[in-house]
Structure formats: C-alpha cells, structure tokens
C-alpha cells in the first residue's frame, strides 16, 4: 500500500496501546479498515495513498507483558484542514485484529519547518562566510542583512508587547534597557536577554520581571539615561547598573564597547551611595569669593539677555548674547574662562560644557533642571549673590 511518491508537508504522529499482542499489517489493517467510509470518498486513505496525497504509513511498536504500544507516522501532502481531519479519524480507531487499542495523536509536524531551519543555518552559515572571504567593500552590505536577521529574532514581551531579546525568558540576567534600537544592537553583539522600556515610564511588566530575574539597567550616557535610571531605581528591583560613555547611546556601542561597560557593572546600592555623596559634596561646596563689581555688574545685566566671561582674576573677557553662550564656551581654551554671569537659565547642557572647560563657577538668572552637578563648579542664581 505504498501509494505514489509524494513530497510530504505533514507529518501526523499518533501513538497507540493495544490489550493484547498485534504485529504491523494488523494494525496497517485497522487503520484502513476502520477509517473507511468515515470522511467519504475523498478523504479515503487507500484512494489518497493511490492518488499520491498520503505516503507510505510507518508503524513501530513494541510488545510486552501481553501488550502492544507503538507508534505510526503518516506522511500527508492534504491542506492543514484535511490533514487535521484524517488525525482525527485515526484517534477513533478502538481495536486491532481482537483487541481493544486506543489511538491518541501527538503532534502533527510541519515537514516544510524543518527545511525552513536548513534553509535559514545554511544562509548564515553562507553569509559568515561572505564576510570572511570577501573584500571589505562587502562588509556593509552584509552587516545590514545580519542586522535584519537580528531583528528578526526580536520578541514582543509581555502585555505591553516590549521588545525583547529572544531568551529573555530562559536566562536568570536580563539587561534592561531603553528602546528597541538598543536590544536590536545587543542581538547583534550576541545578548539575547535584553528587553527596553520602550517610553519614560516604566512597564508592568518590568517591573514583575525584576522580581524574579537578577537585573542589569543599561542605559544611555545622558541626562534621558539619568531619569529613567532614577525611575527605574524607585519602582524596579534593579541589582546592577551599566552606563553607555558619556554623551553615547547603548544602541551605538560597538561589541567592545558593551563588553567593557557590562564588566564594569557596580551594584545598585553601591550606585545610590555614590549619587548620596556627589549630593553632600554639593551641599558643602566651597563658594570662591566674588568682588563687589560683579554682583553690582548683575543689576545692570538682568533684563539684558547677555553673558559676560571672566578670567581668573574677574577681568573680563568677552560679552556675548546668551543664545551664543554655549557655542561660544565650546570655542574657548580648557581655563580660560574662570566665571560666567549671564541674564538667563542654567542649563545642564551650560553646565557640561563649563565643567568641561574648567570653568569655575556659574551665575545665571534661574537654576532649571539639572540632575549632574560636577563637583569642580560652583552653581548659583542671581537672588543667591543679593542675599
């Protein structure tokens, strides 16, 4: 009962118990015999095997203590429907030759997924190859087609649907970080067990996940990086913290890089004492003496939306717009600058490039948001000098 060679696209799997001892053509027999007539003509398995739809029926069993139990596996080349019902045609199949048997169905196997899996190892195996071999004018192409592949294998994750590393559920460490782009560039490196926030505040189902999982917050070297660690600190069990460098993204790293930022992870607590201390550092920071002609030079800036610089010894050295500060800091010499007083809000972004530059300390109208204060500048508004 052989039937036409067909290229099967599934497999059905159905194990089965006879009470009593059976040899194969007996159970071939009660699989034809007692599914005859049962879907009608067409679904007739001795017309399917003859028209090539169903192959050749394997049977393997084994008898003992006066039982039989096995298995058959029935190559069908039928639509997922008829292939379905065959299978359940098979489990009403309750005696072999005498005996009473049971039939239950254990999986039906798409015989295509296999050779899809074949297909996509041997396209690696061809693309790993192209980059080794050929010249180097190749590699971006093919860093481009690995990256779609990566990104193939991103998740969704949980009732948000977060992006996610496809072993975030298998490993005991998850990297969290902040979006999509970061856990595409993790997967690439070869971290399969990065999820992202994927917003500003924190997900559901982050903060679940860190309850179970040693947790790692990897985030951005800037001031976003700061916020949402802060958050994450406040509502998540994080264990470790990672940082990108300075002004860097995670999702740019190179694998050295993440490599290196990752093995210099310090411990949450050890993170928190550190912000704790860079605070008291601020509260007793020394304030430099500030001569009389400047805080009376304030008077006569507010209003005036201008800058003015000074070297070290308060001599002036430039007055500028306060629109071209920042610009204007960034052109100076490491200490040329000593002080900067100017009709405007001190910015992070002011404060970075001052600290950068060595600049001492800073007077402005308004103090806005800032979350990095360096050691190394004295910070102060207007109203502290008039006090």
Known sequence: MGGLTLTAKYNIHVSFEVEGIVEKPDVIGAIFGQTEGLLGDELDLRELQKTGRIGRIQVQLNSKGGRTIGKVIIPSSLGRIETALIAAAIETIDKVGPCSARFELEDIEDAREEKRRKVIKRAKEILLKWERDKIPETKEI????????RTAE???YGSEGLPAGPDIDYEDTI?????????????????????AIEGTSIPKTIVELSKSKKT?????????????LKELLQVAEIDYIARAPPGREVEELTAKEIAKCLSNVIPAEEYLSQIEKAKQKTRTLYVPPIPKK????????????????YGEKWHEINIIPVRNLAEELKNMSRGQVYGIVF???????????ASEKNV????????GNITKRPVNLTILKFNDLSS
């Not at 093919?142 to 592949?149: D, G, Q, S, V, W």
């Not at 001190?346 to 404060?351: K, N």
């Open 142 to 149: 093919i860093e481009k087609i690995l990256k779609e592949i």
């Open 154 to 156: 991103i998740i969704k």
């Open 175 to 195: 990297i969290i970080v902040e979006g999509r782009a970061d856990v595409i560039n993790l997967l690439k490196h070869g971290y399969r067990n990065a999820i």
């Open 216 to 228: 790692i917050a990897f985030v951005d070297g800037d001031r976003a990086g700061e916020l949402i």
């Open 294 to 309: 400047i805080i009376e030079k304030i008077k006569e800036l507010e209003g005036t939306l201008e800058a003015i610089l």
């Open 343 to 353: 009709d405007g809000v001190i910015t992070q972004r002011i404060v970075d490039i």
């Open 360 to 367: 001492k300390i800073v007077v402005g109208a308004r103090i």
